[in-house]
């Protein structure tokens, strides 16, 4: 029954290697995600500076293919689609931006929130079913038709629809956390509610939301091309992917350069944004990064 | 020990899960006592509800009847602001030192935490207080600056161990803090807390499933079994002179270090029954080797036989009570 000698310092000293000895050297696909997604916003931020002349029309040159005078062609109305493009972009990531930082912080409180409180929860997720009940779409159209249009109205429009399905992830990200031991351990150590959703819950949440917020930034831009493509997103003095495509798709047979060209650079952008998502939660969760040696 | 208020004074406590007509007894009645600076062991198999039990003790969960007093104060039905400034007295550390630890915190903003919380000193005397801690636990301040997930679990646990320090509770609830470790670290962390509980006079109650490790730490066992209390009684008693058959069995389960001091042991069968329908009579009857007709009628209430012992059995004292089943406790 006699007790060990004491187990004083010098038993576990065994300091573990400063961490981060070794930084992962980014992959392939990482370097490339990034070297897309820098030159578009860097197009525009650039581009509306230089591009002046992207709205007059010029009938002696309608519907031109792609050549040295324009490098992506002209529309119907004779209008540059590089240009047009080009400063288009700059709304493109714009309503890209707002609408996945947007939609992340109401769905991060409301899933705080639900996820937390049991009260609030059946009323504020029952809400939310009824909002994706509607199709997203459908609903953006309605709430273009009663704000009108322009930017921002577009922004709100696209971040409505999408609030309930991060609002969704936040939560169960929280159901699946409140239970864990560490979560208990803050609560009999005293800390208030209101610390332990924001220094124990959130911090664990980043990786999925920082996945879900790219996925968000990717579907909000498309749906901002889907909005246009539908008559109901920015007006034609406002450029964007989504309006230059909706003309181009009327002359889609004489001209495919004009749905083209912002067609490509759409999907090569979105691809660049799903690719970051993925390494950075990669990155942002402990566990992986444990395996991977970060 | 001088006659002081009791750290800990659980009051024929219940917890039952699901629906009131037919519930889950996960704790049905315990009660338990624990002074200044003693160590008491609540031991029974997984399930039994120890660890409800401790968690109702933390008021972590609220106990569906009982009492509950910590250092002399009924902390039954606080709540909010008055809960927090109780829960100070009383610590836990966790059973998984991998799960207990934020994965985002380093090992310096764990410990300080519960300083932080309870504005403990002024802000740069905390770090100081951290630092202090870890030595205290084992850990050279290096460690301060890691993230749980580069430690060892040994190393976790002692960081669980110094959060729980921080506060200088006047008692330590201590659940199931070594089973997940490895066994050439289990020694390690029980001296560890077997010195902190000496040196700092803190009271303990030490959760377990295995009685053998409990017989090197505890004052005091409590035997649990599928919510209720078999036996209570001193260390050296319960282990020297069991009385329950249900403790003697656990006491048989114990491996022995060399097969020359195997003895004959009365090994149990079969899993406990549920809790949500426990048999009639005594609890432990369908696997008892000694069951009569009368333990499968009566529920045998928990009486003293002397000397701080305290049985729930019809037959006891047993005849062969004095065994040589503790002899092989080393």
Redesign the interface.
Known sequence: MAPAPASGPGLATTVPAPRRVAFRRPGAAVIAGVAVLGTLVVIAVVAPLLIHDYVSINTGARLLPPGSEHWFGTDHLGRDIFDRTMVGSRNSLVVGACVALATTLLGVLFGLVAGYFRVVDSVLMRAMDGMMAIPGVLLAIALVSLLGGGLWTVIVAITVPEVPRTARLVRSVVLTLRELPFVTAAISVGTSTPKILLTHILPNAVGALTVQATYVCASAIIAEAVLSFLGVGTPPDIPSWGNVMAVGRQYFQLAPWIIGFPGVLLSVLVLAINTLGDSLRDRLDPHLARRSGL | MPEAVAVLEVEDVVRHYGPPRRPVRAVDGISLTIRPGETVALVGESGCGKSTLA?VI?R?EPPTHGRIRLDGEDITELSGAAL?DR??LA??V???PY???????TVEAIVR??LD??RVGAPEERRICVAALL?RV???E??AE??P????G??RQ?V?IA?AL??QPKIIIADEPVSALDVSIR??VI??L??IQRELGVAMLFVSHDIGVV???SHRICVMYLGRMMETGPTETIIRRPQHPYTRALLDAIPVSHPSLRRPRRLLEGTPPSPSNPPQGCRFHPRCGFAQACCRSAMPELRSLGGGTSVACHLAPLADASSTQGDHV?
Request: no cysteine.
């Open positions: 968690r933390l972590l927090r829960r100070r610590q836990m966790f059973q998984d799960a207990s630890l934020d994965p985002r915190m935490e519960p919380n309870y030595r084992g850990l050279v290096e460690f890691r993230f997930h580069e430690l060892s040994g190393q002692r669980g959060r921080a506060l020694a390690q001296n560890l077997m010195d017989a090197h730490l080393q």
